[in-house]
C-alpha cells in the first residue's frame, strides 16, 4: 500500500473526528489525537467478513436513537478478559451530528 493511501487516511479521519493528524516521527505516538481520542488508523484493502457482517447485523437490529456497536470479547483462562468495542464511524458522526 502507497505511503500516500495511509496518510491520507490518517488526515480524512482527522478532518472527520474535528482533530489533527501527527506526522509519524517514529516515537509512538497516536495517528490522530481528537479531544479526548488517540486514534490509530489502520488501513487496509478488506476487513475480515465476520467482522463486516457482525457490523450490518449491529447496523440491522438497531433501533431508531440507539448506537450500533460490536463487542469483541477475547476469553483465555487465566487471563483478564479484553473487550475491545467496533463502531461503523459513519453511524457514530451521524448521532453526533443529530444531537448536536
Known amino acids: 500500500m ?11 479521519i482527522a478532518a472527520l473526528l474535528g482533530g489533527v493528524r501527527l506526522p509519524n516521527s517514529g516515537r509512538g ?11 490509530q488508523v ?14 450490518d447485523q449491529a447496523i440491522r437490529d438497531a ?17 483478564k478478559a479484553r473487550r475491545v468495542l467496533v463502531a461503523d464511524l459513519a453511524h457514530v458522526l451521524q448521532d453526533t451530528e443529530m444531537a448536536g
Not at 505516538?29 to 486514534?39: F, H, N, S, T
Open 2 to 12: 502507497s505511503g500516500e493511501r495511509w496518510k491520507g487516511a490518517e488526515r480524512e
Open 29 to 39: 505516538q497516536p495517528d490522530v489525537i481528537a479531544g479526548k481520542l488517540a486514534v
Open 42 to 55: 489502520k488501513t487496509r484493502k478488506d476487513l475480515p467478513g465476520w467482522l463486516e457482517d457482525a457490523l
Open 63 to 79: 433501533e431508531a436513537g440507539q448506537q450500533p456497536v460490536v463487542i469483541l470479547n477475547r476469553v483465555s483462562q487465566g487471563q
